[in-house]
């Protein structure tokens, strides 16, 4: 599905997983920790993050605890695009998804954030 997605959105697919991982950090990413999560060399990540900032993708902001560091920001053009390229999915999901109840959807979603947060767990460098 990455492979699909990076190729709608006209990315290379570690652009799309290091926006991936910007959008869903629990807390906001630098690009050292960007490269570590990747698991590339920071002057791998800066050029990367450079494209990914000219591309219109990602945003540097400043670090709001520490005005030496940058963190890095999906922007709305990358939401969108984003959106643009899951609503065949969406669709289709919510097709397969219309005919249960509020209790089995509830199962069905706990399910798939526990083997979400498994399969990110599974493909952690380190």
């Excluded at 699909?4 to 290091?18: G, K, N, P, W, Y």
């Excluded at 089995?104 to 952690?124: G, I, K, P, Y």
């Amino acid at each position: 599905m990455h492979t699909a997605m990076a190729h709608r959105l006209d990315l290379r697919m570690i652009d799309l997983q290091a926006i991936d991982h910007v959008v869903t950090a629990e807390e906001s990413l630098g690009p050292v920790e960007l490269a570590r999560r990747l698991g590339i060399r920071s002057a791998s990540a800066s050029v990367l993050v450079d494209r990914l900032v000219d591309a219109g993708h990602l945003a540097r902001v400043p670090d709001p605890d520490d005005g030496r560091r940058t963190r890095l920001v999906a922007t709305d053009h990358a939401r969108r695009e984003a959106r643009r390229a899951l609503t065949p999915l969406l669709t289709e999901l919510t097709a397969l998804t219309s005919d249960l109840d509020a209790h089995d959807e509830a199962v069905v979603v706990d399910f798939l954030r526990r083997a979400t947060a498994a399969m990110r767990r599974a493909s952690a460098p380190g």
